[in-house]
C-alpha cells in the first residue's frame, strides 16, 4: 500500500516536530515518523534528563557546603532513587506536551517505525510505502563507543543507561573528558561516587583555551575527581569486583578498577540503516549527511537537519536548521547555516557558556586581535555568592572592531554569554555595548567592562 503526502519527517527530535508544525498550519499533508520516543536524545536521553540531575547535583554541593553561608543543614545525604525519579519525570513531562501537541495538529499523520529512504520521494515504514515530494531527515545520532582493547570483554555504559542506574557507582571510571563526560563525572562525585575521568587528549574538553581546561581540571580536581589526560592506551581487562581500565602508559598508576565505565567519547550519526543509497543521498566519512547553506541534500527535494548533518551538535543548532529550513520554504526567505554563530555552554559547575572563536582559532585568522580578561575572583555577584571560580574572557578583532568569541566560565556564564552572543548576532561593532549600562550585581555586568579593558595581545 502507498500514502501520498506533502512531506515526510523522519524522526521527531528538535527540528522535526516543529517543522511538521509549520508545513500543517501551512495547508500541507504531513507524515512524522519516529522510531523510539517523540522528543529525540534531547528531551529523553540528553539535556533535558541530564539537567535535572545536574540540578540536583548541585543541591547537594550547595547543602554541603552550607556551613560557609552561615546556615547548618545537618548530615546531607542523597536518595538517588528520587533524583533519577525527579529528573525521569522532567523529562516525561516534556515529552509528553509535545506528543500531546503533535495529536492535535490537524494534517498530520505520525507513524511509529523505522523509516528507511526507498528513493528520492519515498519511504518504507512499517511494512507500507510513503510518497512525498519533500522529505527532510531528522534523524539524529547515537553514542559512539570508540574502540579500544578489551570493551568486548566488560560491560561499559553510555549517558542513555546511566540514566536507568538504581544505585551510585562507587567508582565511576569517564572514558571522555568533554561535554558528557565531564557532566556525569561532576554530578556523579557529588552523588557519592568516586570518580577517575580518563581522556586521550593532552587536555580535558581540549576545542576550548588551555586556561579554559586548565581552569575546569583544577575545579573537577578540588571536589575529588582524579583526571588522567594523555591516555592513549586505554584498554579494559574483567577484574574481580569491578572492571580493569588501562589507563597511562607513561606515568601514574597504570590501571585503575572502576565498578562502572562510562563511554563518552562522543557520538554517531543514525544515518546506516536509513537507505540514502537508495535515494542518492550523500553522506561525508563520518557518516553525517552532506548539506549545503541551506541544510539541501546532494538529491534535490530531501533536506537533513539536526545533528545528523554533521553542522551542529546541540538541540539549538538541530532547532536553528528547521528555523532556516521554514524561513526558506515557507516565508520566502533567504536564511543560511552560514549566518549562524556558534554558541554552546558545558554545565558543569559552574558552567561555560561559549561563543564564537576560541583565542587559539582567533589566532590562526591572522586578524590583529584585542583581548580582555578577568578573573571571577574579581566579578561581585560571584563573590556574593559564595562561587569566584572561573574566569571571563573577550576576544576581538582591533580593525572591524567586531567580537570575534567569548568565554564565561563562572557562575551563570551559560545566562551571561548572551549578551555577547546577541551583539555578535545583531553584528554590532564592541562599542555600542560599551555605554550600556547593566544592572549591578550580574555577571553580566562585566561584559561592558571587560570590552573596555579590551587591549592588542
Ligand atoms: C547526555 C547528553 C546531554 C546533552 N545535553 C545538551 C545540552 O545541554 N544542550 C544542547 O544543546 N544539546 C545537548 N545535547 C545534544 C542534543 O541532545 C542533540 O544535539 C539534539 O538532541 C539533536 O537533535 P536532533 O533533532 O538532531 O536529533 P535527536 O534528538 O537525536 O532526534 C532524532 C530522532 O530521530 C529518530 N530516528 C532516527 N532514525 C530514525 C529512523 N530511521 N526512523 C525513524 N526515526 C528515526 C530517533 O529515534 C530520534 O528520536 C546532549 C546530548 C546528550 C547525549
Ligand atoms: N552541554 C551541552 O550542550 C552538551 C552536553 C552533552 C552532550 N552534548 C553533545 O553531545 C555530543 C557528544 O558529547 P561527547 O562529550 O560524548 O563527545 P565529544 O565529541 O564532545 O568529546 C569526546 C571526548 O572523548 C575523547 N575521546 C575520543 N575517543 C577517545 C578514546 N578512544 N579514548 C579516550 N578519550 C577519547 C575526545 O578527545 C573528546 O574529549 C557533543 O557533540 C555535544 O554537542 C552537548
Not at 501520498?4 to 509549520?22: C, K, M, N, W, Y
Request: net charge negative.
Amino acid at each position: 500500500m502507498t500514502r501520498s503526502f506533502d512531506a515526510i519527517i523522519v524522526g521527531a527530535g528538535q527540528a522535526g516536530p516543529s517543522l511538521a508544525g509549520r508545513l500543517v498550519a501551512a495547508g500541507q499533508k504531513v507524515a512524522l515518523i519516529e522510531r523510539d520516543r517523540i522528543g529525540g536524545t534531547c528531551v529523553n536521553t540528553g539535556c533535558t534528563p541530564t539537567k535535572a540531575l545536574v540540578a540536583s547535583a548541585y543541591a547537594a554541593h550547595l547543602a554541603r557546603r552550607a556551613g560557609d553561608y552561615g546556615i547548618g543543614t545537618g548530615v546531607v545525604t542523597v536518595d538517588f532513587a528520587a533524583v533519577i525519579a525527579r529528573a525521569q519525570a522532567i523529562a516525561s513531562a516534556s515529552r509528553g506536551r509535545n506528543e500531546t501537541w503533535l495529536a492535535g495538529l490537524d494534517g498530520l499523520t505520525v507513524l511509529h517505525g523505522d523509516a528507511k529512504l526507498t528513493g528520492p520521494t519515498s519511504v518504507a515504514v512499517n511494512g507500507e510505502t510513503l510518497e512525498a515530494p519533500r522529505i527532510f531527515l531528522n534523524v539524529g545520532g547515537r553514542p559512539n563507543r570508540a574502540p579500544m582493547p578489551g570493551l568486548d570483554q566488560v560491560e561499559t555504559l553510555t549517558n542513555i543507561e546511566m540514566l536507568k542506574l538504581e544505585t551510585v557507582p562507587e567508582h565511576l571510571v569517564v572514558i571522555g573528558g568533554s561535554y558528557i563526560g565531564l557532566e556525569f563525572a561532576q554530578m556523579f562525585r557529588r552523588f557519592g561516587s568516586q570518580v577517575t575521568i580518563v581522556e586521550m587528549a593532552p587536555r580535558l574538553i581540549a576545542r576550548e583555551d588551555p586556561a579554559i581546561s586548565q581552569t575546569i581540571r583544577a575545579m573537577l580536581e578540588a571536589e575529588g575527581i582524579s583526571v588522567r589526560t594523555d591516555a592513549t592506551c586505554i584498554a579494559f581487562t574483567p577484574r574481580d569486583g569491578g572492571i580493569g581500565v588501562q589507563v597511562d602508559c607513561r606515568e601514574g598508576a597504570p590501571e585503575v578498577i572502576g565498578s562502572h565505565v562510562l563511554m563518552a567519547t562522543g557520538r554517531r550519526p543514525n544515518t546506516d540503516g536509513l537507505g540514502l543509497d537508495a535515494a542518492g543521498v550523500e553522506t561525508d566519512e563520518r557518516g553525517h549527511i552532506i548539506v549545503d547553506d541551506t541544510l539541501a541534500t546532494t538529491v534535490p527535494g530531501i533536506w537533513a537537519l539536526g545533528d545528523c548533518n554533521g553542522r551542529g551538535a546541540f538541540t539549538h543548532t538541530a532547532y536553528n536548521d528547521y528555523e532556516i529550513v521554514a524561513a526558506n520554504l515557507l516565508d520566502g526567505d533567504h536564511r543560511r547555516l552560514s549566518q549562524r554563530i556558534p554558541g554552546y555552554a558545558l554545565y558543569t559547575d559552574p558552567p561555560l557558556g561559549r561563543v564564537g572563536l576560541t583565542e587559539a582559532q582567533a589566532r590562526e585568522t591572522g586578524r590583529p586581535l584585542l583581548i580582555a580578561t578577568r578573573p571571577m575572583t574579581r566579578v561581585a555577584r560571584a563573590i556574593e555568592k559564595g562561587e569566584t571560580v572561573g574566569l571571563m574572557k573577550i576576544v576581538a578583532d582591533a580593525e572591524t572592531r567586531r567580537i570575534l568569541g567569548a568565554a564565561i566560565l563562572g557562575v551563570g556564564g551559560d545566562e551571561a554569554i548572551h549578551g555577547v552572543l546577541d551583539l555578535m548576532s545583531a553584528d554590532q561593532p564592541l562599542d555600542a555595548l560599551r555605554w550600556a549600562v547593566p544592572i549591578h550585581p550580574t555577571v553580566a555586568e562585566l561584559i561592558p567592562t571587560l570590552l573596555v579593558d579590551l587591549k592588542p595581545a
